[in-house]
């Protein structure tokens, strides 16, 4: 890993730098190391730098100031790595979109980060189209191709060309007055809880997290980081990209998740380490077994929730990897992790962050609904406080005065911590189920029905109950080609559970909704009008 005592002068903190002081540093010890693998391409530190220095010239002749909005709408491109590097060269913010939205709801990012630039992938250049129709913001409007094809210029009438623009641009080379306080991004929440909001991420954020990323995983100039998750995700800026930077490691950029392409991907690539989120490893799980499954040069996967350890354990002697788990979000990627080589403890996301520098301090602790720190193995709210943390919500002060309060930030998660420190998340505050008196995670109910052979997917929310508090509704995603009665699964999680956390309504679908990191919408699910389905009460089966 890179030396940080270097990185820095006396006068600043090692994680006290800005994205171009960081890139710099690597360019100048790996000028003609890959940096990026992507497809087809591949691009040194070297050449990366002089591309990140153009596309800030372009920006500055486009009129781009420090502080200035650009919004990203963009697929896992090279082009999105340039634009997010130049624009923070010049002290600009990078404001990616996440590629699943529609005409509305990309508005509704337009209109809150107010850019002066779109930036648009041609496959949506459909929607951005109609979503510039309504933010005014916007009066320049750029286009990344699929091709160069001159028969596509009717797709992008009105719009420039990134590509025309990016090669009569010169490198921009001044000195702006860039601090690592300063926002270069805004990653908005996938809004699963309801409208998006723009998580400010600093550039001191994403060194601390690269720094600490290829700490906790051992990283050196010789790993070749994989991802394939999308970048308007803050996992892959993170992690992937910002342990690649501090390693001097190779950056392996895949379009998106595939279950059934993903190890021939990482094999072919000869990745070592590879993040994951959501339900990625149990998808990967239910693919068929093959002779093939160990070979690859994969050493780490690291990702979150926490699983089982039966879990874990089976897919690390499957895949012959180590598999380590943490709790983080993009308001802060300091949560908690475990440590490569320590007993995994069941059900645990392990301890907080440390960051290779001691003067970093990283707290994690559980507080009551007064702010009040609780006693180890009790309930309440994670809170967190570290110098990676975001300064806030765009435009948002009330959501901001409601997050970071007394000098931490308020997760919504709840979990407990043991007398050591490790930390047990239990699930989002407004996930968790009250019913028959019993506080129920709806994460528990899931883990267990998820274990079903045929169940591919599922999730659990809470309904009115005819009787007062909540009701258990679970929506089930069946494995492809498979059959299962509502009984069967009722009979499942009753074997597992108790009583009162076994769902009494289920609904089987063909899949669930999604945002494209692979989190279920609960909040369409929750907006469903409560149809006619399978009611356990209604069944006859008794269960106590």
């Known amino acids: ?35 990026i693998d992507f497809v087809n391409l591949q691009i ?9 220095a153009k596309t800030a010239g372009m920006f500055r002749r486009l009129g781009i100031e420090k502080g200035d909005r650009v919004c990203l709408f963009l697929p896992n491109c090279p082009e999105f790595l340039y634009c997010w590097f130049g624009l923070a060269m010049i002290g600009a913010i990078s404001v990616p979109i996440n590629t699943a939205y529609k005409k509305d709801e990309t508005a509704v990012i337009l209109n809150d980060a107010t850019p002066g630039i779109l930036i648009a992938h041609s496959s949506l250049i459909d929607v951005a189209k109609e979503a510039v129709k309504l933010s005014p913001s916007v009066k320049k409007k750029l286009v990344v191709e ?14 420039n060309r990134f590509s025309e623009l990016l090669t009569k641009a010169e490198e921009f080379s001044d000195l702006v007055d860039v601090l690592p306080s300063n926002v270069c991004m805004l990653v908005y929440t996938s809004g699963t809880t309801g409208i998006p909001k723009g998580v400010t991420i600093t550039h001191q954020m994403y060194v601390a997290a690269g720094q600490g990323f290829a700490y906790w995983t051992q990283a050196n100039e010789k790993d ?61 799980a239910k693919q068929p077994t093959s002779p093939k499954d160990r070979d690859h040069q994969v050493r780490l996967l690291y990702g979150s929730p ?33 440590v490569i080589g320590e007993v995994r403890r069941e059900g645990s996301s392990g301890r907080p962050r440390q960051h290779p520098n001691t003067k970093f301090i990283n707290d ?26 975001t300064s806030g919500y765009w435009e948002n002060e009330t959501q901001t005065k409601l997050t970071l309060r007394k000098g931490y930030l308020h997760t919504g998660d709840l979990g407990s911590m ?57 929506y089930i995603a069946l494995r492809p080609r498979s059959k299962v009665d509502p009984e069967e699964l009722i009979y499942w999680c009753a074997e597992r559970l108790a009583y009162f956390k076994v769902p009494r309504y289920i609904v089987i ?11 279920v919408r609960k909040d369409l699910l929750r907006l469903e009008k409560h149809e006619d389905c399978f009611d356990l009460e209604k069944s006859g089966i008794k269960l106590k």
């Not at 040194?44 to 990140?52: H, I, S």
């Not at 007064?370 to 570290?386: D, F, K, S, Y």
Request: hydrophobic share 35%; with cysteine.
């Open 146 to 159: 699929v091709t160069n094809n001159e028969k596509d210029h009717s797709l992008i009438e009105g719009w």
């Open 44 to 52: 040194t530190y070297k050449e990366f730098g002089r591309l990140v």
């Open 1 to 35: 890993m890179t030396d940080i005592s270097q990185l820095s002068d006396l006068t600043k903190t090692t994680w006290e730098l800005t994205l171009r002081e960081i890139l710099e540093y690597s360019i100048s010890k790996y000028p003609d190391k890959l940096f």
């Open 509 to 519: 679908r063909a899949s669930l909704p999604k945002t494209p990191s692979l989190r």
């Open 364 to 389: 994690v602790k559980i507080v009551n609904e007064n702010g009040q720190i609780l006693p180890a193995n009790t309930t309440g709210e994670i809170v967190i406080t570290n110098p990676a943390t």
């Open 418 to 474: 043991d007398e050591e420190g490790y930390l047990y998340f239990v699930d989002r505050k407004k996930d968790i189920i009250r019913r028959r008196g019993e506080n129920i995670s709806s994460q528990e109910v899931e883990n267990v029905m998820k274990q079903h052979p045929k169940v591919l997917d599922c999730a659990m929310i809470a309904v009115p109950s005819d009787v007062g508090e909540d009701d258990i509704k679970a």
């Open 224 to 284: 070749r980081f994989f991802t394939c998750l999308p970048y308007f995700h803050a996992n892959p800026q993170y992690y992937s990209t910002m342990g690649a930077i501090v390693a001097g490691a190779t950056l392996i950029v895949r379009e998106r998740f595939s279950a059934s392409k993903f190890w021939q991907q990482v094999r072919e690539s000869n990745a070592t380490i590879v993040n994951f989120i959501g339900m990625m490893l149990p998808v990967l």
């Open 306 to 338: 926490s699983f089982s350890s039966h879990f874990l354990d089976s897919m690390e002697e499957r895949f012959n990897v180590k598999i380590i788990v943490g709790f983080g979000m993009t308001e802060t990627c300091y949560g908690t992790i475990e």
